[in-house]
Structures are given as structure tokens and as C-alpha cells.
């Protein structure tokens, strides 16, 4: 059964400092990548795509994916508390799979 | 209006009732789908839709019917529905189904259905 596994956290990290979230995916097939945010009651939004091997840049978010090690991550530079929120890692080729999902919590 | 909108936000029914979910796109997408999440649980895809013809059915009991008349509408029928079936129901969009990648979907603010 393919899957994604990430962290459920929380993690805590304080303001301004860098948030790393990880997640392994089963499917060595996977060609997409991706990372949601989830606020309570809210539904998932997207924050970052990603292709091919390597990082990708966006603002304070970095995609980075190891299709080797199986393994995608998320680093969020300069962390507000209102990045507070669930995040989702999704893999796939056509059928995403999504994790449970890492709760981040930044402190004042 | 933008983005994906669906309708109700949310709902409570009995096991003997029939209510549908709706779904808009405004994105000028191609294609739809229809998730399920559960608490502690991953995001579970229920169907896929590409130019208004089902291409996904995940396993997902009768008493689920989804319709898709349009490019931009998805319904989600529901009927004779199980305790377990509540959760939140969430809707989304992205440009095409079909291709090498798959592309960003975009998700409403969901359905939060409980069954009594």
C-alpha cells in the first residue's frame, strides 16, 4: 500500500527561527510533490510544489526532495506564529497520497 | 466569486436521509475531485472527475454517488449513510488529470458532516 509518513508533532519552534518538516513516501513511482497548510477547521492549502530533485525557493518556504532517499521536506525561514497550522505532505503520480500531517507551532 | 466554493458548510443527518454536496470551481479547471477527511486520519480521495467523466472510484460504498454535469459543478449524493461516514468532505480542482505530473489541486472550505 502506498503511503506518506510524516511527524504528527508538534513541533515547536520559536519566532524568527527555521521550521524543517520531513516526510518519507513508500511509491518509488511518485513524480509529484507537494506541501499543504492546514489551519483548525479550515480546509488545506497549497504552499509548495515540487518536480525534481533538489530545492525549490518560495518567499521564506523551501521545497526540498531527495527522490533517491524517498524523502521531501519543507523548511519555513523566519517562522510567524501564523504559521501555526497542520501541515500536509502529499506524493504521487496521478493518485496523490497525503500524510497525517506535522502540526507546527511557533511561539512569540 | 473565486476558487472553489462548495455548499453546505455544514450538515447534520439522520441515517435514513438523502442529501447531496455541491461543488463550483471557478478556475476554469478540468478536473474535480472529492476527499474525505477523518480525524487522525490522511486525506482519503474518494473520486476523480476529467471533463465531466469519472476516471477514479476509490473503493467507496454505494451509498456515496457523486455527478459531475459540468466542468465547473460537482455533486456529492449521499444516502443511507453509516456513523463512521462523519467527517469533513472536501472538494477540490486542479487544471488537468491526466499528464507525466500531477498538478496543484486546489480545495473549498469542505463540508462538515455528521451523522446522527
Known amino acids: 500500500q502506498k503511503e506518506v509518513e510524516q511527524n504528527s508533532g508538534p513541533l515547536s519552534v520559536p519566532e524568527g527561527a527555521i521550521a524543517s518538516l520531513n516526510c518519507t513516501y513508500s511509491?518509488?513511482?511518485?513524480?509529484?510533490f507537494f506541501w499543504y497548510r492546514q489551519y483548525s477547521g479550515k480546509s488545506p492549502e497549497l504552499i509548495m510544489f515540487i518536480y525534481s530533485n533538489g530545492d525549490k525557493e518560495d518567499g521564506r518556504f523551501t521545497a526540498q526532495l531527495n527522490k533517491a532517499s524517498q524523502y521531501v521536506s519543507l523548511l519555513i525561514r523566519d517562522s510567524q506564529p501564523s504559521d501555526s497550522a497542520t501541515y500536509l505532505c502529499a506524493a504521487g503520480f496521478q493518485k496523490l497520497v497525503f500524510g497525517t500531517g506535522t502540526r507546527l507551532l511557533v511561539s512569540p | 466569486e473565486t476558487g472553489v466554493t462548495q455548499t453546505p458548510r455544514h450538515l447534520v443527518m439522520g441515517m435514513t436521509n438523502k442529501k447531496s454536496l455541491k461543488c463550483e470551481q471557478h478556475l476554469g479547471h478540468n478536473a474535480m475531485y472529492w476527499y474525505k477527511q477523518s480525524a487522525k486520519k490522511p486525506l482519503e480521495l474518494m473520486f476523480v472527475?476529467?471533463?465531466?467523466?469519472?476516471?477514479e472510484n476509490n473503493s467507496v460504498p454505494s451509498r456515496f454517488s457523486p455527478e459531475c454535469p459540468n466542468s465547473s459543478h460537482l455533486f456529492l449524493h449521499l444516502h443511507t449513510l453509516q456513523p463512521e461516514d462523519s467527517a469533513l468532505y472536501l472538494c477540490?480542482?486542479?487544471?488537468?488529470?491526466?499528464?507525466?505530473?500531477?498538478?496543484?489541486?486546489?480545495f473549498g472550505d469542505g463540508t462538515r458532516l455528521s451523522i446522527l
Open positions: 477540490a480542482s486542479s487544471q488537468d488529470w491526466i499528464g507525466q505530473v500531477n498538478q496543484p489541486q486546489h
Open positions: 472527475y476529467s471533463l465531466e467523466e469519472r476516471v
Open positions: 511509491d518509488r513511482g511518485s513524480q509529484s
